[in-house]
């Protein structure tokens, strides 16, 4: 049963994915290991049709904020009002009390307004006037940035970075899918809504099972050393955190389980390294003068990281 409903779930998202299949694997990844994801990549691409169809293959509440300089927090969190037919104070929620919000061009809006969203991602909650909401399960953020147009955009700081499970690039689709799209897109019309391939009982029993899975110590052992050869690094400001190792085992565990496997390699922390840590550590200053990239240290780490032995893996 696990097996059909994530090929269900990969076939949906495989509809609008337009040949990267990576992307959408990663998005599933997301969902299993209950963490947020930050998609980096131009306008155009693809990436509000990506998040859109995700929502309604899992069948939860979606909402979607487009950020602007004026954006307020009590845009994001909601706020309190005087309703003087029932003579009390009332909670307005906003968009974020949902369970799949599209924040799109984060690094848009201002800082304040980003901090907004900081309890919320990390202790699934907001508190507004001293009052706390909690927000429903399942709760993802998946927050959109342009890496190309920087005038008018407030970086976002490492405390929110590091915050989202991954960062995700989609990139331009491949030519042969492509063509496909143009051969077959008419006159635009409103999409229609598709029925969920899953409930929220068997999602939950999913995430379940993905984290269930067994990391070995000599595994683990290999992702500490990983992190702590990046605490160590010359070329570094900052390293991975201590949530950034967890977020790593957390993800490897998901990818090991869309894959059909019963325990955690290093090898699936390798192939996640680049999504799950290259956001999170920040160069010195002379470092990215000289043209270094986080891509490239984090590569670099995991290369020179001893590997276990196979045999003890489990």
């Not at 690039?169 to 999409?191: F, I, K, N, S, T």
Request: negative net charge; proline residues 8%; aromatic residues 6%.
């Amino acid at each position: 049963m696990p097996a059909q409903i994530l090929a269900k779930l990969t076939g949906r998202l495989s509809e609008v994915a337009w040949g990267r299949q990576r992307a959408a694997e990663r998005l599933l990844i997301a969902v299993l290991a209950e963490g947020h994801v930050l998609i980096e990549d131009v306008p155009g691409v693809g990436k509000t049709s990506l998040v859109t169809r995700l929502a309604q293959a899992l069948g939860v509440g979606f909402q979607r904020i487009q950020c602007t300089p004026d954006l307020l927090p009590s845009d994001v969190t909601g706020y309190t009002y005087y309703d003087p037919q029932a003579q009390a104070f009332t909670f307005r929620p906003g968009p974020v009390l949902t369970n799949l919000l599209l924040v799109d061009e984060l690094n848009r809006t201002s800082p304040k307004t980003q901090a907004s969203l900081l309890e919320a991602m990390e202790e699934r909650q907001v508190t507004v006037d001293g009052v706390r909401h909690p927000l429903p399960w399942p709760f993802m953020v998946l927050a959109t940035e342009n890496p190309v147009e920087f005038e008018g955009t407030f970086p976002l700081p490492e405390a929110q970075l590091d915050r989202f499970l991954l960062r995700v690039h989609l990139g331009y689709p491949p030519a042969e899918a492509e063509l496909g799209v143009l051969q077959v897109e008419g006159p635009r019309q409103m999409a229609p809504e598709l029925e969920p391939c899953v409930t929220p009982a068997e999602l939950g029993a999913l995430v379940r099972e993905a984290q269930a899975l067994p990391v070995g110590e000599p595994v683990a052992r290999y992702a500490l050393d990983a992190v702590q050869a990046s605490r160590e690094h010359g070329a570094l400001a900052l390293g991975v955190s201590p949530r950034g190792a967890i977020a790593w085992i957390r993800a490897a565990r998901a990818l090991a389980f869309l894959r059909g496997e019963a325990y955690v390699t290093p090898d699936h922390l390798r192939e996640l390294g680049e999504d799950v840590l290259a956001h999170r550590i920040v160069l010195r200053g002379d470092e990215a003068l000289h043209g270094a990239t986080a891509q490239a240290i984090v590569a670099e780490v995991l290369r020179r990281t001893p590997l276990p032995g196979a045999g003890s893996l489990r």
